[in-house]
Nanobody
Protein backbone atom coordinates (compact mmCIF):
# COMPACT_ATOMS: atom_id res chain seq x y z
CA UNK A 1 0.00 0.00 0.00
CA UNK A 2 1.30 3.44 -0.93
CA UNK A 3 0.70 6.35 1.43
CA UNK A 4 1.99 9.85 2.00
CA UNK A 5 2.43 10.66 5.68
CA UNK A 6 2.93 14.23 6.88
CA UNK A 7 4.41 15.34 10.18
CA UNK A 8 5.75 18.45 11.83
CA UNK A 9 2.64 20.55 12.27
CA UNK A 10 1.72 22.26 15.49
CA UNK A 11 1.13 25.53 17.26
CA UNK A 12 3.62 28.34 16.74
CA UNK A 13 3.70 32.03 17.59
CA UNK A 14 3.68 34.68 14.87
CA UNK A 15 7.18 35.11 13.48
CA UNK A 16 8.10 31.54 14.34
CA UNK A 17 9.15 28.62 12.19
CA UNK A 18 8.06 25.06 11.51
CA UNK A 19 9.37 22.30 9.29
CA UNK A 20 6.90 19.92 7.71
CA UNK A 21 7.94 16.50 6.47
CA UNK A 22 6.24 14.09 4.10
CA UNK A 23 7.35 10.52 3.56
CA UNK A 24 5.98 8.03 1.07
CA UNK A 25 5.52 4.50 2.33
CA UNK A 26 5.50 1.40 0.17
CA UNK A 27 7.80 0.00 -2.49
CA UNK A 28 8.26 3.19 -4.47
CA UNK A 29 9.87 3.16 -7.90
CA UNK A 30 9.56 6.81 -8.85
CA UNK A 31 7.91 10.02 -7.69
CA UNK A 32 8.82 12.78 -10.11
CA UNK A 33 6.99 15.68 -8.52
CA UNK A 34 5.85 16.43 -4.97
CA UNK A 35 4.25 19.41 -3.41
CA UNK A 36 2.51 21.02 -0.48
CA UNK A 37 -1.00 22.43 -0.46
CA UNK A 38 -3.01 23.96 2.33
CA UNK A 39 -6.62 24.54 3.22
CA UNK A 40 -7.30 27.54 5.40
CA UNK A 41 -10.53 27.77 7.41
CA UNK A 42 -13.42 28.52 5.08
CA UNK A 43 -11.18 28.48 2.00
CA UNK A 44 -10.49 26.08 -0.83
CA UNK A 45 -7.33 24.02 -0.93
CA UNK A 46 -4.49 25.99 -2.54
CA UNK A 47 -0.98 25.37 -3.75
CA UNK A 48 1.81 26.35 -1.36
CA UNK A 49 4.86 24.97 -3.16
CA UNK A 50 5.83 22.15 -5.46
CA UNK A 51 8.97 20.72 -6.95
CA UNK A 52 9.94 18.23 -9.61
CA UNK A 53 12.81 15.77 -9.65
CA UNK A 54 14.39 17.98 -12.31
CA UNK A 55 14.63 20.80 -9.81
CA UNK A 56 11.78 23.01 -10.96
CA UNK A 57 10.23 24.83 -7.99
CA UNK A 58 7.05 26.87 -7.77
CA UNK A 59 5.76 28.89 -4.81
CA UNK A 60 2.53 30.68 -4.08
CA UNK A 61 3.10 34.44 -4.02
CA UNK A 62 1.97 34.59 -0.39
CA UNK A 63 4.84 32.37 0.80
CA UNK A 64 7.71 33.44 -1.47
CA UNK A 65 10.76 34.39 0.55
CA UNK A 66 9.40 32.72 3.70
CA UNK A 67 8.88 29.06 2.77
CA UNK A 68 11.35 26.65 1.19
CA UNK A 69 10.47 23.30 -0.34
CA UNK A 70 13.09 20.59 -0.68
CA UNK A 71 13.27 16.92 -1.60
CA UNK A 72 14.97 14.32 0.51
CA UNK A 73 17.64 11.93 -0.69
CA UNK A 74 15.14 9.09 -0.86
CA UNK A 75 12.60 8.59 -3.61
CA UNK A 76 9.57 9.76 -1.68
CA UNK A 77 10.30 12.54 0.77
CA UNK A 78 9.61 16.24 0.65
CA UNK A 79 9.99 18.97 3.23
CA UNK A 80 8.60 22.44 3.76
CA UNK A 81 10.59 24.89 5.88
CA UNK A 82 8.26 27.66 6.97
CA UNK A 83 9.71 30.85 8.44
CA UNK A 84 8.19 34.16 9.51
CA UNK A 85 4.84 32.50 10.02
CA UNK A 86 1.79 34.69 10.46
CA UNK A 87 -1.82 33.90 11.45
CA UNK A 88 -2.85 33.79 7.78
CA UNK A 89 -0.68 30.67 7.40
CA UNK A 90 -2.97 28.78 9.77
CA UNK A 91 -4.26 25.82 7.79
CA UNK A 92 -4.20 22.09 7.30
CA UNK A 93 -1.17 21.34 5.14
CA UNK A 94 -1.30 18.43 2.71
CA UNK A 95 1.44 16.62 0.87
CA UNK A 96 0.71 15.67 -2.75
CA UNK A 97 2.29 13.61 -5.47
CA UNK A 98 0.69 13.89 -8.93
CA UNK A 99 1.96 10.44 -9.87
CA UNK A 100 3.61 7.56 -7.98
CA UNK A 101 4.98 4.39 -9.55
CA UNK A 102 5.19 1.59 -7.02
CA UNK A 103 5.67 -2.14 -6.86
CA UNK A 104 2.45 -4.08 -6.80
CA UNK A 105 0.15 -1.15 -7.59
CA UNK A 106 1.49 0.23 -10.85
CA UNK A 107 1.01 3.96 -11.29
CA UNK A 108 -1.15 5.93 -8.89
CA UNK A 109 -2.41 9.39 -9.75
CA UNK A 110 -3.00 12.39 -7.48
CA UNK A 111 -1.97 10.89 -4.16
CA UNK A 112 -2.64 12.95 -1.00
CA UNK A 113 -1.55 12.67 2.59
CA UNK A 114 -3.94 12.95 5.50
CA UNK A 115 -2.86 16.49 6.36
CA UNK A 116 -1.14 18.13 9.31
CA UNK A 117 -2.51 21.12 11.20
CA UNK A 118 -0.46 24.30 11.46
CA UNK A 119 -1.77 26.97 13.80
CA UNK A 120 -0.09 30.36 14.09
CA UNK A 121 -1.31 32.22 17.13
CA UNK A 122 -0.05 34.16 20.10
Amino acid sequence: QVQLVESGGGLVQPGGSLRLSCEASGSIFTINAMGWYRQRPGKQRELVARTTSGGTVEYADSVKGRFTISRGSGRGSVYLQMNSLNPEDTAVYYCNAPQIAARGVGVLSDVWGQGTQVTVSS
